[in-house]
């Protein structure tokens, strides 16, 4: 895969400062030390613990983004995945200074520890009447990095300590003492479980633009947040339902010695609190899909989520990917523990911090049921009986036109990546797979010449989609109206004629494109009018319109929107109207 390595920047050294400024922008309870980049609040109640955190830049929204009232009072950064300075965290620390104590709360990385635990002893060394007020937390919740490979350096920070943030930060913001916000913050953080996986690395704003480092069809479990290799990868990539139990195992296996990190129990009594995270460059159809499929094989295991969060919390740039962290509670006969329920209220507990996605503070209720309604039954609501002259015949040259379509995809696809949105290919291949489908069970036969082109109008309508669906299930309900008023038993080439250009006309009603206007209307309109005079001619007619569409100026469909010269350089025919070519000459192959 080639990673995508352009941004929108006025130059890479100023993108950290100039984003920071952004962020205080458009959150007023924000201020910013420029010069140390030291985002903090502006009206701190300094009666009460602060927390500091931070580390390189490229995460967002963690550090600065967690900054706000209930969460974090400072977060210092540096530049892109790289440490901030002593010196930049000392002045985090003066800034927060206050009456009950200081929580520095950092991703173990080797340059955040070293820094920030410099900082922290300097800031000790010249107030030693407040040295038993900084504590220090370390969270590492990788369970990737096995405990040999990692006997030195310990677990990665990832996405967990975004929980601690969070939970710590508004415990502090209740009045408790900084020995209180300490306790739960280090407990948290021993009961973290985060694995990432991607299906690439991430570009570094100002760097040379990287080799490939994934195949297409590879994906890379364990990978850091700094593009560093992963635990393994794995080719092709599986299914969500294949590749998410793989990673849950990982967290909450008790058998594995190389991790085993987080005492779970699997014994159906582990509750938990779910962190499923965007590492910058997934989709949101494509979270949603990993967090339905997360839920279903946590629900499997007999682990109960009692609370459910989703978004982007601690990215990697634009990687494409996503973690999943789980903080394990505390088990009912636990003692010297903090409750359940005060780490729950702590995590539903209101902020004003930008980065803190929304969640329903409430444990997932189970997945929504169907409506009970009955389910609509179409009745047979035709009088007319509609063979096609040949049955066999018919049925080939439908089974023909799907695969033709199927075959066509990938080129359909591109043509629609140059002149559309790209999705034609996988429409059209979507309409003909539920054909094909329906006329193995006899849903479309030639037996039925009537009722068989109604069912195709529906397949449009509900495997299709879209304009191009809308559009095929239109003609289609037109054409069937027009062949229950013919009088005929038998689906002749002068039944079709007629039918066909009664559903054009009653097409029209509905679009304003008319040949030639680059859309699928130009070949529709050029076979239906040629038919009269034979098929071989009607489909050179068509073959003849959607070639002419690689030379033609848009008037309606989704080329309008494309500049017309890169169209006409590229000489890419309209997606639309190739599919009709590629079914009306596979149709006459049969036929």
């Known amino acids: 895969m080639v990673v995508q390595s352009k941004h929108f920047l006025n130059t890479a050294p100023s993108l950290v400062l100039d984003s920071l400024?952004?962020?205080?922008?458009?959150?007023?309870?924000?201020?910013?030390?420029?010069?140390?980049?030291?985002?903090?609040?502006?009206?701190?109640?300094?009666?009460?613990?602060?927390l500091l955190c931070g580390g390189g830049s490229g995460h967002e929204p963690s550090h600065s983004g967690f900054v706000g009232k209930g969460a974090l009072t400072a977060a210092v950064c540096g530049?892109?995945?790289?440490?901030?300075?002593?010196?930049?965290?000392?002045?985090?620390?003066?800034?927060?200074?206050?009456?009950?104590?200081?929580?520095?709360?950092?991703?173990?990385?080797?340059?955040?520890?070293?820094?920030?635990?410099?900082?922290k002893e300097e800031y000790a060394a010249r107030n030693p009447e407040k040295s038993d007020r900084v504590k220090f937390v370390i969270v590492g919740d990788d369970v990737a990095v096995g405990r040999t490979q990692g006997s030195i350096v310990g677990r990665r920070g990832l996405?967990?300590?975004?929980?601690?943030?969070?939970?710590?930060?508004?415990?502090?913001?209740?009045?408790?003492?900084?020995?209180e916000v300490y306790d739960v913050a280090q407990y948290v953080s021993s009961r973290l479980g985060t694995i990432g996986v991607g299906l690439d690395h991430c570009h570094v704003p100002g760097t040379a633009v990287p080799d490939t480092h994934l195949g297409t069809n590879e994906l890379e479990i364990g990978l850091g947040i700094h593009n560093e290799s992963g635990h393994r990868r794995i080719s092709p990539v599986p299914p969500l339902n294949e590749l998410i139990p793989t990673l849950l195992e990982m967290i909450t296996s008790t058998t594995d010695k190389e991790r085993s990190f987080v005492?779970?129990?699997?014994?159906?009594?582990?509750?938990?609190?779910?962190?499923?995270?965007?590492?910058?460059?997934?989709?949101?159809?494509?979270?949603?899909?990993?967090?339905?499929?997360?839920?279903?094989?946590?629900?499997?295991?007999?682990?109960?989520?009692?609370?459910?969060?989703?978004?982007?919390?601690?990215?990697?740039?634009?990687m494409p990917g996503f973690s999943i962290t789980m903080l394990l509670l505390p088990a009912a006969n636990d003692t010297g523990t903090p409750s359940t329920d005060l780490i729950l209220s702590l995590l539903d507990d209101s902020t004003d911090t930008p980065g803190w996605k929304w969640s329903s503070r409430s444990i997932p209720?189970?997945?929504?049921?169907?409506?009970?309604?009955?389910?609509?039954?179409?009745?047979?609501?035709?009088?007319?009986?509609?063979?096609?002259?040949?049955?066999?015949?018919?049925?080939?040259?439908?089974?023909?036109?799907?695969?033709?379509?199927?075959?066509?995809?990938?080129?359909?696809?591109?043509?629609?990546?140059?002149?559309?949105?790209?999705?034609?290919?996988?429409?059209?291949?979507?309409?003909?797979?539920?054909?094909?489908?329906?006329?193995?069970?006899?849903?479309?036969?030639?037996?039925?010449?009537?009722?068989?082109?109604?069912?195709?109008?529906?397949?449009?309508?509900?495997?299709?989609?879209?304009?191009?669906?809308?559009?095929?299930?239109?003609?289609?309900?037109?054409?069937?109206?027009?062949?229950?008023k013919s009088s005929s038993q038998t689906a002749s080439q002068e039944v079709w004629c007629t039918a066909l250009e009664a559903a054009l006309a009653r097409l029209y009603t509905y679009t304003r494109a008319r040949p030639p206007?680059?859309?699928?209307?130009?070949?529709?309109?050029?076979?239906?009018?040629?038919?009269?005079?034979?098929?071989?001619?009607?489909?050179?007619?068509?073959?003849?319109?959607?070639?002419?569409?690689?030379?033609?100026?848009?008037?309606?469909?989704?080329?309008?929107?494309?500049?017309?010269?890169?169209l006409k350089a590229e000489r890419v025919a309209d997606p639309g109207a190739w599919g009709v070519k590629v079914v009306v000459e596979a149709l006459a192959q049969s036929l």
């Open 263 to 318: 005492p779970f129990k699997n014994d159906g009594t582990d509750r938990v609190v779910l962190l499923v995270n965007n590492l910058g460059g997934l989709s949101e159809l494509e979270l949603g899909g990993v967090v339905a499929e997360v839920r279903r094989a946590l629900d499997k295991s007999g682990i109960k989520i009692m609370r459910l969060l989703s978004g982007s919390f601690m990215t990697s740039l634009n």
């Open 21 to 50: 400024e952004g962020l205080c922008a458009i959150n007023t309870h924000l201020a910013l030390d420029p010069t140390h980049r030291v985002v903090y609040l502006a009206d701190q109640d300094r009666s009460k613990v602060a």
């Open 159 to 179: 996405a967990g300590v975004c929980l601690v943030y969070k939970i710590a930060g508004a415990l502090a913001q209740t009045g408790a003492s900084v020995d």
């Open 517 to 566: 206007s680059r859309t699928l209307v130009d070949p529709l309109a050029a076979f239906i009018g040629a038919l009269p005079s034979g098929l071989a001619t009607a489909v050179k007619a068509a073959g003849e319109a959607a070639e002419g569409t690689k030379d033609m100026e848009a008037k309606a469909g989704r080329s309008a929107y494309v500049d017309s010269t890169k």
């Open 365 to 484: 209720k189970p997945p929504s049921v169907f409506s009970s309604l009955p389910a609509i039954t179409h009745a047979k609501a035709w009088s007319t009986s509609l063979k096609a002259p040949d049955v066999n015949q018919f049925n080939s040259a439908v089974e023909r036109a799907c695969r033709a379509l199927i075959a066509a995809e990938p080129e359909i696809t591109r043509m629609d990546s140059i002149a559309g949105d790209g999705d034609c290919g996988l429409t059209l291949k979507g309409g003909a797979t539920a054909v094909l489908e329906a006329l193995n069970n006899n849903s479309i036969a030639g037996n039925d010449v009537l009722g068989s082109v109604i069912t195709i109008s529906r397949i449009a309508e509900d495997a299709m989609g879209g304009t191009s669906g809308a559009l095929y299930s239109i003609f289609f309900s037109a054409l069937a109206q027009a062949l229950a």
């Open 79 to 119: 530049n892109v995945f790289a440490s901030p300075s002593a010196g930049q965290v000392r002045r985090g620390i003066d800034l927060i200074d206050n009456q009950k104590g200081t929580i520095i709360v950092v991703k173990n990385y080797t340059g955040d520890v070293l820094n920030f635990g410099l900082a």
